[in-house]
C-alpha cells in the first residue's frame, strides 16, 4: 500500500491531533495526506475560544504548524462522498482517497425558538461568531445567553467582559444540569449570580422579539414574562455534523453522529470518524479528550496497529468566573447500588460528592463545585481504589497538609478566635514552641484541640523544634517509652533524677503515668504514680465544667441487657444523676460529686459494670451495627466482634484516646472509617481500615488490610495498637502518627505485616501481657480502702459536699448552675444553612 | 494588705497530704488548695479565676523554670504556687494563703484581701 491517499474532512482540533498523530508515526510516508477545512483559518485551540475576550490574540489558538507532506485546503466545504468510487467532492473539486476520515465536529443546536434568526442573535462556537458578537456588542447593554450549561456559562462571562449586564436562561432546575447535581448546582448559582450575572432557572425562552432597529430586544419566557436583551447567544446544545455520512448511506447512531466501532471505523470499512462528528458505542462526546483518544486510535490503525478507544473520559474541569467547577466519572451516580459521600461546607462555600460503588471500595465519579484542587487526583482514579479516605481527598484541610494548607484567614483557635494569620504573625515575632505560642496569641489555651495544628504551623514556618517533651525532658515520648521499658524503671522520680530535670509538670507527668500504665505495671493510683495522674485519671471519671465528674461504665460493643440497662437508669435516678447517651454507644451520667464516685462506681460493680475508661488515654468503645444477627444486609457477626475486641483491649493506656467501630457490611452503619482502627465485613472476612479520625479535623481511615480471619485481624490491631503506643507522640491520634510517619501507611505495613523491623514478637508478647493483667480499675479502687480514701470533697470536712456544685433543671433533667453553669451560655442558634441533597 | 489577722488552723496531718499532689480544704467557709511538694507546703485558693469552678487542688504539682506550680485541670494554665499568679495569662492570679506545718499537722491562715 505504497503511497496511499487520505482525505481528512475538517480541520478543527481533532482532525489536527489526527494528522499530527499519523505524521509522527507514519515514518515511511505511506500515506499521502489531504485536509479539506471549511473555516477561514486553520485548527484552532476550540477550547480557549473564549480567552479571545481576556485580551488573547487569536493567532495564539493556533494548532497548526505546516507540514509539506500535509496539503491544506481552507475555505473549502465537502459536499458529498462517493463511496463507490471513493473521492469526496467540493464545490469546485473531487478528492479521491483510499481511507477517508471524516472529523467535522458538531454545529451548535439552535432549538426552533421564533425570532432565533434575528440579527443580534448568535451562537458559540467559531473565531467568527466570537467576531460577530464582539462587532455587535459595540454599545449595547444588555445581554442574554440562552442555556445554562458549560457553553452557556463561558458565553455569559464573554458577555460580561464585553461589559453587557448579563441573564443566563436555563430550562433546567440548575446550572450546569449535565455535570452537577442539585446541592452542586445551588452553590454553583450562588457564585454566579454574586458575579452580577442573573439566572432564569427551570423556564424555557419560547421567542425572541426584534426592537425598532430589527435586531434582537427582548426574550419572552415560557411563564410569560419579557427579559430586555439586546444580544443574544443561543448555547443550547450542539449536533454532530454527520450530514455527509447520513448522504452516502452509512449508519448513523441513535443521537446523530457517524457510527463508529472501537477503532473509530465506520460501516465502510475505508471511512474513519472521529472527534464529535463520531458516534462510538452509539454515543457522541462533546469534549476534546475523548476526540483526542479517536484521533490516535485512527492514525494507529492507519500504520497497521491495533489500538482500540477506551472508555472515554467524559470529566470536565472549568476555570470560569473564578468558580472552580469539576465533574468526572458517574456524576450523577447512576450505577446500580453506588453510594455517594458528600461533603460541604457553608462556611467555605465548597461542595464535593464522590460516587462509590456498592462496596465502597472503588471511585466512579463526583462533582466539585468552589474548590476543585482534588479534581486530578480524582480524576485519575476513575475505576480504581480510592487513594485515600474520601474526606481526606475532599475536606480542603485534610487534604493532607493540616493546618499547613489553611488560608490566613482561616481560624485555627475557634475557642479565642485566633486564626492562622495571628499565630503566623506571633511565629515571625518570634515564638519558637507550642508554649510560646499559646501565650502570645491564646490559641489552644481553653479546649486544647487546635494544639497539634499549633505544632504544624510551626513545623510550615520551619520553627527550630527540640524533639524534647518539656523542659523537664530533652528526649521525646518514644525515646522516653523506650528508656523506661528497656531499663525497666517503674517511678517518675528514679526517671526524672536520672534523665530529666526539675520537678515535672502536666506534660511530662501524665505521660510517664501513660507508659508505666502501657507496660503493666501495677495500679495508676499506686503510691507515687497517683501524683503523676491528671484529675480524670485520679478520680477515674472525667472532670466537667462545674468540677463535678460524670461516669461511663463499660457497655462492649453498645449491647446491653434490659436489666443492666434498669441498673443504670436507677443509679442515675438514685444520684440525679444527668443522663446522655454517647456517640460510642453507651450511657453518660453526669453531675456526680467526687465523694459521690466510689457510692455509685459500688452499685454498678456488683450489677456487673466495669470502668469504661472514658476518663482516659486508652481504649474507649468498640461501636457495631447490628450485623448478621439481626441486619438483612450483613455478611459477618459485628456486634460479636465488636465485643471481643473491646474486651481485648480495654484499659489499655495509649499516647491518645482511641476509638474503634465494626459495621456488618460495607453498608458502614457503624461509621468504622472515622475511628482509630474501624473494620468492615465483607464476605470472605473482615477488612481493616486504621487512621480515621472524628472531631475537628476528620480523616477516614486508611484501608489497611483485606478479608482478614478473625484472628489475622485481631493479630494485626494487637501489633497496630501496641506500635502505636510505642512510637506515637504525646496525645498524637492515630491519625496524625500515621501521616507523621516516614514512608506513612507502607512503612507501617512494613512493621507490622512484614515485620520488616523484627519487632512484632515483640509486639504480640507486649499485648498478650496486657490481656493476661487486665483487671477493672474500678473494682480494684473498691477493694482498698487507701485507694477509697482519696475520694472526698474536703480532707478537713469529708461529710461537706462541695457548696459551689449546683444544680438547676432544664427538660426535665438536673444541669450545672452557678459557676461555669446555664447562666453563662450563649442561647442555641438555630441558622445554619442547610444544603440540600 | 491583710485586712485583720486570722487565727491559724488546723487542717489534716502531714502524713495526709502526698507530695506532689493537692487536697481541697474548708476554712471558714472558703475552700483552699493545698499543696505538698518535695520540701514545701503551699496554700491558695481552691477557685480557679479561668473558669470560676473550684478545682484547682485537682491540678497537676510541677515546676516551671525552677518555680512551684499547679496547672488548672480544667484548661491547663500554670499558677505560680508562691505568688498565685498565672504564669499562661498576665494580670490573673489566685489568692494565696499561709500555711505550716506544726507538730506533723499543717494549719492555714486566710488572707482575706490582696
Ligand atoms: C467555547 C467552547 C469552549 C469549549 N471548552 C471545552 C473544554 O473546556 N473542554 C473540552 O473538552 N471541550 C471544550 N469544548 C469542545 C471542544 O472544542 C470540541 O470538543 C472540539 O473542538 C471537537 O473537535 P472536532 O475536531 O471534533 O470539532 P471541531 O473543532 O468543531 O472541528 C470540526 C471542523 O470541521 C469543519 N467541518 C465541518 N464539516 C465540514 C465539511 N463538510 N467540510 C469541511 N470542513 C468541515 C468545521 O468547520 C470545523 O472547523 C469547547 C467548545 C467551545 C465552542
Ligand atoms: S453495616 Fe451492613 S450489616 Fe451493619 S447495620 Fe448497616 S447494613 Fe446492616
Known amino acids: ?837 | 494588705m491583710t485586712a485583720q489577722p486570722q487565727e491559724w488552723t488546723v487542717v489534716c496531718p502531714l502524713t495526709r497530704l502526698d507530695p506532689g499532689r493537692g487536697v481541697a480544704a474548708l476554712v471558714d467557709g472558703v475552700q483552699i488548695a493545698l499543696f505538698r511538694t518535695a520540701n514545701d507546703l503551699f496554700a491558695i485558693d481552691n477557685q480557679d479565676p479561668v473558669t470560676e469552678a473550684y478545682v484547682l487542688s485537682r491540678g497537676i504539682v510541677g515546676s516551671r523554670d525552677g518555680v512551684p506550680t499547679v496547672a488548672s485541670p480544667l484548661h491547663k494554665q500554670a499558677y505560680d504556687l508562691r505568688t498565685g499568679d498565672c504564669l499562661d495569662r498576665p494580670g490573673v492570679a489566685v489568692r494565696r494563703h499561709e500555711v505550716r506545718c506544726q507538730d506533723g499537722l499543717v494549719e492555714v491562715r486566710l488572707r482575706k484581701e490582696e
Not at chain 1, 471481643?644 to 465494626?662: D, N, T
Request: aromatic fraction near 6%; proline fraction near 5%.
Open chain 1, 1 to 837: 500500500m505504497k503511497n496511499s491517499r487520505l482525505v481528512v474532512v475538517g480541520n478543527g482540533m481533532v482532525g489536527q491531533r489526527f494528522v499530527d498523530a499519523l505524521r509522527a508515526r507514519d515514518s515511511e510516508g505511506r500515506w499521502r495526506v489531504t485536509v479539506l477545512g471549511e473555516e477561514s483559518r486553520p485548527a484552532y485551540d476550540r477550547v480557549r475560544l473564549s480567552a479571545l475576550f481576556d485580551g488573547v490574540d487569536a493567532d495564539e489558538l493556533n494548532l497548526h504548524t505546516p507540514d509539506p507532506q500535509v496539503r491544506l485546503r481552507l475555505n473549502t466545504s465537502v459536499t458529498a462522498i462517493d463511496r463507490a468510487r471513493r473521492v469526496v467532492t467540493t464545490t469546485d473539486a473531487e478528492y479521491p482517497y483510499d481511507a477517508l476520515v471524516l472529523a467535522t465536529g458538531s454545529d451548535p443546536f439552535v432549538p426552533p425558538i421564533d425570532g432565533a434568526d434575528l440579527p443580534g442573535v448568535f451562537t458559540y462556537r467559531t473565531l467568527d461568531d466570537l467576531a460577530a458578537i464582539r462587532a455587535h456588542a459595540r454599545g449595547r447593554r444588555r445581554g442574554a445567553v440562552i442555556g445554562g450549561g458549560l457553553l452557556g456559562l463561558e458565553a455569559a462571562n464573554a458577555l460580561r467582559l464585553l461589559g453587557l449586564a448579563t441573564s443566563v436562561v436555563e430550562v433546567a432546575p440548575r446550572l450546569m444540569p449535565l455535570q452537577v447535581d442539585t446541592a452542586g448546582g445551588a452553590l454553583l448559582r450562588r457564585y454566579v449570580e454574586e458575579l452580577g450575572v442573573a439566572c432564569h432557572l427551570g423556564v424555557a425562552t419560547t421567542a425572541l422579539h426584534p426592537g425598532s432597529d430589527g435586531t434582537v430586544a427582548q426574550l419572552e419566557l415560557a411563564d410569560g414574562s419579557r427579559m430586555d436583551a439586546d444580544l443574544v447567544v443561543v448555547a443550547t446544545g450542539i449536533r454532530p455534523r454527520d450530514e455527509l455520512a447520513r448522504a452516502a448511506g452509512l449508519p448513523l447512531g441513535s443521537q446523530g453522529g457517524v457510527l463508529v466501532d472501537h477503532t473509530c471505523r465506520s460501516a465502510d470499512e475505508r471511512i474513519w470518524a472521529v472527534g464529535e462528528c463520531a458516534a462510538v458505542d452509539d454515543t457522541c462526546h462533546g469534549l476534546v479528550g475523548p476526540g483526542y483518544a479517536m484521533a490516535e486510535t485512527v492514525a494507529d490503525r492507519l500504520v497497521g496497529g491495533a489500538a482500540t478507544v477506551s472508555e472515554p473520559d467524559t470529566a470536565t474541569k472549568l476555570k470560569l468566573l473564578g468558580v472552580d467547577v469539576a465533574s468526572f466519572g458517574d456524576a450523577h451516580g447512576t450505577t446500580p447500588g453506588c453510594l455517594d459521600v458528600t461533603f460541604s461546607d457553608p462556611a467555605t462555600r465548597v461542595y464535593a460528592k464522590l460516587v462509590l460503588s456498592d462496596d465502597a471500595q472503588t471511585l466512579l465519579g463526583g462533582v466539585l463545585v468552589g474548590d476543585a484542587d482534588a479534581y486530578p487526583t480524582l480524576r485519575a482514579s476513575v475505576g480504581q481504589a480510592l487513594p485515600a479516605a474520601p474526606l481526606a481527598l475532599l475536606a480542603p484541610a485534610g487534604a493532607g497538609s493540616g493546618a499547613a494548607a489553611l488560608p490566613s484567614s482561616a481560624q485555627v483557635c475557634s475557642c479565642n478566635a485566633v486564626t492562622r494569620a495571628d499565630l503566623d504573625a506571633a511565629i515571625a515575632d518570634g515564638a519558637t514552641d507550642v508554649p510560646a505560642l499559646k501565650a502570645c496569641t491564646r490559641a489552644g489555651t481553653s479546649c486544647g484541640s487546635c494544639v497539634p495544628m499549633l505544632q504544624q504551623l510551626l513545623d510550615a514556618a520551619g520553627v527550630g523544634q527540640s524533639r524534647g517533651l518539656c523542659e523537664h525532658f530533652d528526649v521525646s515520648r518514644q525515646e522516653l517509652f523506650d528508656l523506661i521499658r528497656v531499663r525497666e524503671i517503674r517511678t517518675f522520680s528514679s526517671l526524672i533524677a536520672e534523665y530529666g530535670r526539675g520537678d515535672g509538670c502536666d506534660i511530662c507527668k501524665p505521660v510517664v503515668a501513660s507508659i508505666l500504665a502501657s507496660l503493666g505495671t501495677g495500679h495508676l493510683l499506686d503510691g507515687e504514680r497517683a501524683s503523676l495522674q491528671d484529675t480524670n485519671d485520679h478520680f477515674l471519671a472525667n472532670l466537667q465544667r462545674d468540677g463535678s465528674y460524670s461516669v461511663v461504665p463499660r457497655i462492649p460493643g453498645g449491647e446491653i441487657t434490659p436489666e443492666k440497662l434498669i441498673v443504670l437508669g436507677e443509679v442515675a435516678r438514685d444520684f440525679a444523676l444527668y443522663t446522655k447517651i454517647t456517640g460510642g454507644q453507651r450511657i453518660d451520667l453526669f453531675g456526680a460529686r467526687v465523694e459521690q464516685l466510689p457510692q455509685i462506681w459500688r452499685r454498678l460493680v456488683d450489677a456487673g459494670f466495669e470502668s469504661g475508661h472514658a476518663y482516659g488515654k486508652a481504649l474507649r468503645t468498640v461501636k457495631s451495627c447490628v450485623g448478621s444477627t439481626w441486619c438483612r444486609y450483613g455478611v459477618q457477626d459485628s456486634v460479636g466482634l465488636a465485643i471481643a475486641l473491646e474486651l481485648r483491649y480495654r484499659g489499655l493506656r495509649a499516647p491518645h484516646k482511641m476509638k474503634s467501630a465494626v459495621s456488618g457490611c460495607a453498608r458502614e452503619c457503624a461509621e468504622a472509617r472515622s475511628k482509630d482502627f474501624g473494620i468492615i465485613a465483607t464476605d470472605a472476612g473482615w477488612n481493616l481500615y486504621v487512621g480515621g479520625n472524628g472531631g475537628f479535623q476528620p480523616r477516614h481511615a486508611d484501608l489497611f488490610a483485606t478479608d482478614l480471619t478473625t484472628e489475622a485481624l485481631v493479630r494485626l490491631v494487637d501489633r497496630f495498637l501496641m506500635y502505636y503506643i510505642r512510637t506515637a507522640d504525646r496525645l498524637q491520634r492515630t491519625a496524625a502518627w500515621i501521616e507523621a510517619m516516614d514512608g506513612g501507611l507502607e512503612h507501617l505495613k512494613a512493621v507490622i505485616v512484614d515485620d520488616s523491623l523484627g519487632l512484632c514478637a515483640d509486639l504480640d508478647a507486649a499485648m498478650a501481657r496486657h490481656v493476661g493483667a487486665y483487671s477493672d480499675e474500678w473494682r480494684d479502687v473498691l477493694d482498698d480502702p487507701a485507694l477509697l480514701g482519696r475520694f472526698t470533697s474536703f480532707v478537713n470536712a469529708p461529710e461537706v459536699p462541695d457548696p459551689s456544685i449546683r444544680f438547676t433543671a432544664e427538660r426535665g433533667q438536673r444541669v450545672p448552675a452557678g459557676v461555669g453553669g446555664t447562666e453563662n451560655r450563649q442561647p442555641v442558634g438555630l441558622g445554619m444553612p442547610e444544603v440540600q441533597r
